[in-house]
């Protein structure tokens, strides 16, 4: 007898919880709000992870302004050797 009340108790209070839980997550959404920009820029000092292709004006073999980078851009290679978003544009753009 003991254990069906602890089985039915436990259960109420797990639908509770996560009642409660779902209802605030699918209550009231508040509309995103556009803040203003905290930093001007950002000056980043690094290696190939955070590169940003400005290396092309350099006396260096190493470039990407070239095939096959940038193969998915529409004006061909841009001096970067990634076609996507680096971390540090995803934290630039806010993402």
Avoid: H
């Avoid at 940003?52 to 095939?67: D, E, K, V």
């Amino acid at each position: 007898m003991k254990s069906r009340i602890w089985t039915i108790a436990m259960a109420i209070t797990t639908l509770l919880v996560f009642g409660s839980l779902t209802s605030k997550a699918m209550g009231q959404q508040r509309p995103p709000q556009v803040q203003e920009a905290q930093v001007p820029c950002f000056f980043i000092f690094g290696d190939s992870l955070v590169d940003n292709g400005n290396n092309n004006g350099m006396l260096t073999l190493a470039r990407a302004n070239y095939g096959p980078y940038g193969i998915d851009f529409p004006l061909g290679a841009t001096g970067r050797f990634t076609n996507g978003q680096t971390y540090v544009d995803a934290l630039g753009l806010g993402c």
